[in-house]
């Protein structure tokens, strides 16, 4: 349990009960606010854990934006502490409104007191007519199926327990003594704030939904008057004979009739002829005051949608300007491509004159070639004819060769026979010459 409590960040104290306190709390996950309970029921009796246990199962099936919305529950046994976990109002409560203008001696604006009044009365009507829950137009007759479940009567309705969010919504809380009953039922149970009490309520007798009506009345009165209609009582008896009198002061001047008669149609003494929330919703004054509301709701989501045509508008506009400057780009490129190809043609033609060049030169060496190949075919005759005759002057040179070898050795066969000749023909003459 201690890990779900330590998910929310504990911060001031907004307000205090009998069993506890109710504090503002920050979820760690994301800063988000929440106002939790913090009950400690070990100091309940049976009676209060049931009336807790209603208030919780009267909240969390209560879905309406004018209605403080229930978050969750959670109990820490160990410290005996119920903790409830609900949405954070942070535009404190209409007591403190009204007391604030009371200070100033400055009254509320009707209109703002018909915005609140249809605000409340929206969470009202919820709540006394189960078949309206989820319908889009309140004031079409009811025919979900849901219409025989059971009304939620508030029986505590006071200034102290309509709460304002940050922009200014109301919301209706406090659910602490609120009583689920069956439709066309009548509770007898003595609950509320005295100076709220309807007359049949302070009188202990049956009450129903124009009960809670009543203290609406009381409730707008006083945004009116900065006081609750019979606050002049100094005791619970002169209360109660003030209440059950049908005597309502009348509200100040600045205000319209329309508004006048309203109030005194919720404060009829007699609870049968009080319009019911349907009745109210139907009245012109009201309508308009819705339709003030829806329109003030659609706003922030014509602004959201209008913020992002304009951011289309002008993301187009960019695009555009993207596109033209392309285009310019392109037909840059496009002259640049065109100048390309003229030059690459010029090119062309110049290269295939230099081909056709290319061709001519090529035919000559071809020529060339065959020409040379014709020499090149006589040169390997002619040489093969020179080798012959190589050959031939080889063979002639070996017999020159052997016949001059030939001739050498006759020749020195001559030579030393010359010799010999010699001497003897010179042995013969001296010879003879010694005879």
């Known amino acids: 349990m201690s890990s779900v409590i330590d998910d929310y960040e504990p911060l001031d104290i907004i307000g205090n009960g009998s ?25 309940m009796t049976d009676k209060d854990r049931k009336q807790i246990v209603a208030e919780v199962n009267i909240l969390k099936d209560l879905k309406h934006e004018n209605i403080v919305r229930y978050i969750n529950r959670y ?32 009254p509320l604006p009707e209109d703002q007191i018909w915005n609140y009044f249809v605000q409340m009365l929206l969470a009202l009507h919820y709540c006394h007519v189960p078949g309206s829950r989820g319908q889009a137009d309140v004031t079409a007759p009811v025919t979900d199926s849901s219409a025989s479940s059971k009304q939620i009567l508030h029986r505590d309705l006071k200034p102290e327990n309509i709460f304002l969010s940050s922009d200014n919504e109301i919301k209706l809380g406090d659910f602490g003594l609120s009583k689920q009953i069956a439709t066309a039922a009548f509770a007898n149970t003595y609950v509320g704030t005295p100076y709220y009490m309807s007359p049949e309520l302070i009188s202990d007798k049956a009450y129903d939904t124009k009960s809670d009506i009543w203290s609406l009345g009381c409730m707008v009165y006083e945004m009116c008057a900065l006081k609750a209609p019979f606050h ?43 319009p019911s929330t349907l009745q109210l919703l139907k009245i012109e004054q009201l309508m308009y005051a819705k339709k003030l509301i829806d329109v003030n709701k659609m706003i922030p989501e014509i602004r959201v949608k209008h913020e992002a045509i304009v951011a289309r508008e002008k993301a187009a506009s960019a695009r555009e300007q993207t596109l033209v400057q392309r285009e310019a780009e392109l037909a840059s490129q496009d002259a ?21 060049q290319l061709a001519g030169h090529r035919a000559q060496l071809d020529a060339d070639a065959a020409l040379l190949e014709k020499a090149r075919t006589e040169m390997a005759q ?8 190589i050959i031939q002057a080889k063979q002639a040179y ?3 060769t052997t016949q001059r070898d030939a001739f050498l050795e006759e020749k020195a066969r001559w030579e030393q026979e010359g010799r010999l000749l010699y001497v003897i023909v010179s042995s013969v003459k001296l010879i003879a010459c010694l005879l």
């Open 336 to 356: 640049q491509l065109q100048a390309d190809r003229g030059n690459l043609q010029s090119q062309k033609a110049a290269m295939d004159a230099e081909a056709t």
């Open 75 to 106: 109990v820490d046994h160990e410290a005996r502490i119920l903790y409830i976990l609900m949405e954070y109002c942070g535009g404190g409560d209409l007591g403190a409104i009204i007391a604030n203008a009371r200070r100033q001696s400055r």
């Open 382 to 389: 002619a040489r093969a004819e020179f080798d012959a005759q």
């Open 19 to 43: 069993f506890g306190v109710i504090r503002k709390v920050r979820r760690r996950s994301d800063g988000m606010l929440f106002a939790r309970k913090e009950l400690n029921f070990e100091r």
């Open 232 to 274: 002049d009582a100094q005791t619970y008896n002169e209360l109660s004979a003030a209440i059950r009198s049908g005597r309502i002061p009348p509200l100040p001047k600045g205000y319209s009739s329309a508004l006048s008669s309203i109030i005194k149609s919720m404060l009829n003494i007699n609870p049968a002829m009080r």
């Open 398 to 400: 070996e017999v020159f």
